[in-house]
C-alpha cells in the first residue's frame, strides 16, 4: 500500500473540484478516458432496489493507469503526463485535460472515488509486456490523499479502467432525464465526428451523431486582432439538432472535437435548435488559467473574441432564414 500526498490543502482543492454542474463532473471522467486512448467509455447509472441512484460508474477499455501515472497524477495537481503530451500515445488523437484536475470533478457528485485500472507495462525489448493492475481510491473529506493498491492480478484480461462514484451527495435525478442525455450529446457528439471509431455512451444510450444532427457545416475561417496580437487559427462549427436542446451553447476547445468550457450563445436564431463550437489554441491558454469553468467570462480579449463568433453565427442563420423563406 502507497500513499501519495498531493502538495495542496483541503479548501483549494475543494475549491477547485466543485462544479454546479453534475454532468460537467462527469464529462471529466470521459474526457481522461478518451485522453488514454479509449475507443469505448460508458456511464452506467446504478439504482438501488428502490430505483434510486446508488452509484455512479464510469468504464473505457483505454490503456489503463501505470504504476509510474498513478504516481504522478494522482500525487501531484498539475502535474499530469499530459502537459508536456500533444496527442495521446497510440492513436494521436488531440488531448483534452492538462493539469490533472478533472479526477477531483468527482467531489460534487459524491463522497468516495474508485479506480480500478489494468494497464500493459512497456518491457524494453519485449513485443507485449506484463498486465498489471492497481486500485486507487480518494475520499472526499481529504482530497489531498490518494490511496494507491497494487493487484496480484489483473482486474481484467485487458488494459481498461472502471471509475465508481458512492456515498452520493444527492439523488441526482436530473442525471437520469433525456435533457441530460442531449446535453451531454452536445459535448461528445463533434468528438465522435472528429473520430468516428470512438463509442460513448451514456445511461445506456450511444451518442449517435447520425440520429441526432440534422446539419453540420464549418463556417469561414475568423481572424480576430487583440490589442496584442492577431488570432488566425480561429474555427467554428455550427449543429443543427434534430430535436429541442434546453441550452444554446458556444463550446471552446483547442483542437476539433474537444470541449474545454462553454459560454451561452446569445444569438437570435427562431426555430434553430443549435450549439456552436469554436476552436483555437487561444481557447486552451484560457482553459490552462482555469478561466472557462467562469460563467458569463468578461476578459477583455475573450469578450472580443466571443463578440466575433456571435457576429458569425448570425450571419449564418440570417442566411439560414433566407433559404428557407424561398
Known sequence: MTTLNLQAKQDFLERDAATRDPLRALSEFVWNALDADA????IQLER??????????????????????AEVDFGNLGASWKRDAHRTSNLGRAI?????????????????????????????????????????EIHSKSLERCEVSEAESPFAETPGTSVVLT??????????????????????????????????????????????IRRCEDLPALIVQLSDRTINDLKVKVIEWKAATDTRQIHFGGEDGIVLGSQ?????????????YA?????????????????????PDFVVVLSHIREALSEYFRARLSEQSL
Not at 467531489?107 to 486507487?136: D, K, N
Open 96 to 136: 483534452h485535460g492538462k493539469e490533472g484536475r478533472g479526477r477531483l470533478r468527482f467531489f460534487s457528485l459524491a463522497q468516495r472515488a474508485r479506480w480500478f485500472s489494468t494497464t500493459r507495462e512497456i518491457v524494453p525489448g519485449a513485443e507485449e509486456g506484463p498486465l498489471t493492475s492497481r486500485a486507487i
Open 279 to 299: 476552436y483555437s489554441a487561444y481557447f486552451q491558454e484560457v482553459a490552462d488559467h482555469n478561466l472557462l469553468e467562469l460563467d458569463d467570462l468578461n476578459e
Open 167 to 212: 456515498m452520493l451527495k444527492s439523488t441526482f435525478d436530473e442525471l437520469s432525464s433525456t435533457e441530460a442525455f442531449s446535453r451531454f450529446s452536445t459535448l461528445f457528439a463533434p468528438y465522435v465526428l472528429q473520430y468516428p471509431n470512438v463509442e460513448i455512451w451514456y445511461n445506456g444510450f450511444k451518442v449517435d451523431p447520425n440520429l441526432t
Open 264 to 276: 451561452p450563445a446569445h444569438v437570435t436564431a427562431p426555430g434553430f435548435e443549435f450549439s456552436a
Open 39 to 42: 475507443s469505448k467509455v460508458e
Open 48 to 69: 438501488n432496489d428502490l430505483g434510486g441512484l446508488a452509484a455512479i460508474r464510469i468504464v473505457d477499455d483505454g490503456t489503463g493507469i501505470s504504476a509510474q501515472h
